[in-house]
């Protein structure tokens, strides 16, 4: 049956909400409490219902667009808007294919669940229903809708492009539907009722006529969510294809709790938390990096002492001494004494025996080079552009000009031209 909603938001039923919502309130308290997770006091498990500051969720449509309008100088993009009310995940099919699939994630570490522990039960159960703004749930009988593990992170959204939802496992569960109790529905909507007629404009309780459920037992899929919370990702919720033919079409709307909305006396958010909730236990662990102690130092000196002291009394008096022995020693190479500083001692610098040889073999070297690149013939003839400017300006006047000697004449004794 299609619930009726008050136009200020969707009521809960009286009695029956007002115990869930004391059994919600006492879960939460029990979370927030910080030792009370690791403790579980409660050995069927604890309830938790979707909070929108720490669990995900999103879905994807795969009649999204994502592209680019040019309005002369500006770029504009274009996304179709979101179908469906925000507390919507919408699970549908269109034509015998997957047209709408939903992503939920429940952090169980934010919950108080420490690293390392073993969900051992996981238990989700979601209400099936529409809201205002919603595209309507239809022909959801003998339908099934399979929550399959997501393999990778995401992000929060609604209405995602169809080709950015993060891929999911095979070990898909199947949920289980089940219609509300005719008589809570026919409760509900008396109250409802009354309450509509006695001040329709600021009602002061919310009432929910009751929805159907779909129950999904997480159990398998959850075990590793304790073990290391950053393998949660979450599950897709998504349709059930083994059957379909080509005309087939169908949504189911999954509910989540509707937002408090400040404007108002009531909290909507609380009266409609039962619409989202899950039942785990587990078993708390040890994280990984704390299952044991690497250090040998630190590990024990039980140990260390009876491998050198030897088996049997013997060796447990000498275990004793060698640890006062280490003590005394530890102290020692602690004291000032030993940890001053040492007297400064100057280093007198002397060069290696080879330096000596080098200096001739320099020198010769220079030699060798001054006389091939210099004492070619122009230059030992004073051939220069320079001198060859002023000898003919000499034999203009009469004169010669006198050729200085070059290197090779200055070293060999060998004069050269006057």
């Given at each position: 049956?299609?619930?009726?909603?008050?136009?200020?938001?969707?009521?809960?039923?009286?009695?029956?909400?007002?115990?869930?919502?004391?059994?919600?309130?006492?879960?939460?308290?029990?979370?927030?409490?910080?030792?009370?997770?690791?403790?579980?006091d409660?050995?069927?498990?604890?309830?938790?219902?979707?909070?929108?500051?720490?669990?995900g969720?999103?879905?994807?449509?795969s009649?999204?667009?994502d592209?680019?309008?040019?309005?002369g100088?500006?770029?504009?993009p274009?996304?179709?808007?979101?179908?469906?009310?925000?507390?919507?995940?919408?699970?549908?099919?269109?034509?015998?294919?997957?047209?709408?699939?939903?992503a939920?994630?429940?952090?169980?570490?934010?919950?108080?669940v420490?690293?390392?522990?073993?969900?051992?039960?996981?238990?989700?159960?979601?209400?099936?229903?529409n809201?205002?703004g919603?595209?309507?749930?239809?022909?959801?009988?003998?339908?099934?809708?399979?929550?399959?593990?997501?393999?990778?992170?995401?992000?929060?959204?609604?209405?995602e492009?169809?080709?950015?939802q993060?891929?999911?496992?095979?070990?898909?569960v199947?949920g289980?539907?089940?219609?509300?109790?005719?008589?809570?529905?026919?409760?509900?909507?008396?109250?409802?009722?009354a309450?509509e007629?006695a001040?329709p404009?600021?009602?002061?309780?919310?009432?929910?006529?009751?929805?159907?459920?779909?129950?999904?037992?997480?159990?398998?899929?959850?075990?590793?969510?304790?073990?290391?919370?950053?393998?949660?990702?979450?599950?897709?919720?998504?349709?059930?294809?083994?059957?379909?033919?080509?005309?087939d079409?169908?949504?189911v709307?999954?509910?989540?709790?509707?937002?408090?909305?400040?404007?108002?006396?009531?909290?909507?958010?609380?009266?409609?938390s039962?619409?989202l909730?899950?039942?785990?236990?587990?078993?708390?662990?040890?994280?990984?990096?704390?299952?044991?102690?690497?250090?040998?130092?630190?590990?024990?000196?039980?140990?260390?002492g009876?491998t050198?002291?030897?088996?049997?009394?013997?060796?447990s008096?000498?275990?004793?001494?060698?640890?006062?022995?280490?003590e005394?020693?530890?102290?020692?190479?602690?004291?000032?004494?030993e940890?001053?500083?040492?007297?400064?001692?100057?280093?007198?610098p002397?060069?290696?025996?080879?330096?000596?040889?080098?200096?001739?073999?320099?020198?010769?070297?220079?030699?060798l080079?001054?006389?091939?690149?210099?004492?070619?013939?122009?230059?030992?003839?004073?051939?220069?552009?320079?001198d060859?400017?002023r000898?003919?300006?000499?034999?203009?006047?009469?004169?010669?000009?006198?050729?200085?000697?070059?290197?090779?004449?200055?070293?060999?004794?060998?004069?050269?031209?006057?």
């Amino acid at each position: 049956m299609i619930p009726r909603n008050h136009p200020s938001a969707s009521r809960a039923s009286g009695s029956k909400t007002l115990a869930r919502l004391g059994t919600a309130a006492l879960a939460l308290s029990a979370l927030a409490w910080p030792g009370s997770a690791a403790a579980q006091d409660d050995p069927a498990g604890e309830e938790v219902q979707f909070d929108y500051g720490v669990d995900g969720v999103s879905w994807y449509w795969s009649h999204q667009i994502d592209e680019q309008v040019e309005l002369g100088t500006v770029v504009q993009p274009v996304e179709l808007p979101n179908p469906q009310a925000e507390t919507t995940m919408p699970v549908a099919v269109e034509l015998g294919e997957a047209a709408k699939v939903a992503a939920l994630q429940f952090n169980l570490a934010e919950r108080g669940v420490p690293e390392g522990s073993t969900v051992t039960d996981f238990k989700l159960t979601v209400a099936e229903g529409n809201d205002a703004g919603d595209s309507p749930t239809f022909n959801p009988a003998s339908k099934l809708v399979q929550a399959c593990p997501i393999t990778e992170a995401w992000s929060s959204g609604e209405a995602e492009m169809w080709d950015v939802q993060p891929p999911v496992g095979d070990n898909c569960v199947v949920g289980e539907r089940a219609e509300p109790d005719p008589e809570e529905v026919a409760e509900a909507e008396e109250a409802l009722a009354a309450l509509e007629e006695a001040d329709p404009e600021n009602p002061e309780e919310i009432v929910e006529v009751p929805l159907p459920t779909w129950t999904f037992d997480l159990t398998e899929l959850a075990a590793d969510w304790g073990t290391d919370p950053f393998a949660n990702f979450g599950v897709m919720f998504m349709p059930v294809m083994d059957e379909a033919t080509p005309v087939d079409s169908w949504q189911v709307n999954l509910k989540l709790p509707l937002r408090d909305d400040s404007e108002t006396p009531v909290d909507e958010y609380k009266a409609t938390s039962n619409r989202l909730s899950a039942t785990f236990a587990y078993e708390p662990g040890t994280p990984e990096d704390e299952t044991g102690d690497t250090d040998p130092i630190n590990s024990g000196g039980g140990s260390g002492g009876g491998t050198s002291g030897g088996s049997g009394g013997g060796g447990s008096g000498a275990s004793g001494g060698s640890g006062a022995d280490d003590e005394e020693a530890a102290s020692e190479e602690e004291s000032p004494e030993e940890l001053a500083p040492a007297a400064h001692q100057p280093v007198t610098p002397s060069a290696p025996w080879y330096v000596w040889t080098l200096i001739p073999a320099g020198l010769v070297g220079a030699y060798l080079l001054h006389v091939l690149m210099g004492a070619s013939g122009a230059a030992a003839g004073g051939g220069g552009a320079i001198d060859r400017i002023r000898s003919h300006n000499m034999d203009r006047r009469g004169f010669s000009l006198p050729t200085p000697a070059g290197i090779w004449q200055r070293l060999t004794g060998r004069g050269g031209s006057a």
